[in-house]
């Protein structure tokens, strides 16, 4: 099974049925500012900066970072800050009865397409090792 992990830019609300709690990637954070993050850098407690783009980035800490001190030094220079876990997002497969309207997934007119098709395949025969 291939596990993708994405940036999301959004806090996307997380269910979790019982004591189940969804899988995040551990000492791993997605912030995100309208600041420029780009002035976050590797130092103190943050081992790794990853920009996404201007206003989203990943964090690594070290594993002895107090998280609410590391968040509280950001939010100083970010006031508008948003922190959350780095979640793990497994890919499934598509079941949208409108794939067909959207020319962007694939093209079939001879114009550009992402190649979803081709991911989607990829993702699935290394979902089936």
């Known amino acids: 099974m291939v596990t993708i992990v994405a940036m999301i830019a959004v806090s996307v609300p997380m269910v979790s049925y019982g004591d189940e709690q969804p899988e995040t990637i551990k000492k791993e954070y997605i912030i995100t500012s309208s600041g420029d993050l780009s002035a976050v850098k590797a130092d103190g407690h943050i081992v790794d900066v990853v920009l996404a783009d201007s206003h989203t980035a990943l964090i690594k800490v070290d594993s002895t970072a107090n998280l609410s001190s590391v968040?509280?030094?950001?939010?100083?220079?970010?006031?508008?800050?948003?922190?959350?876990?780095?979640?793990?997002?497994e890919s499934t497969s598509v079941n949208d009865p409108y794939y067909n309207l959207q020319w962007g997934l694939l093209n079939t007119s001879g114009g550009v397409d992402i190649g979803f098709e081709e991911a989607q395949s990829f993702i699935e025969s290394k979902n089936r090792c």
């Open 71 to 89: 968040q509280q030094d950001l939010k100083d220079a970010f006031p508008d800050l948003t922190m959350q876990p780095n979640y793990v997002y």
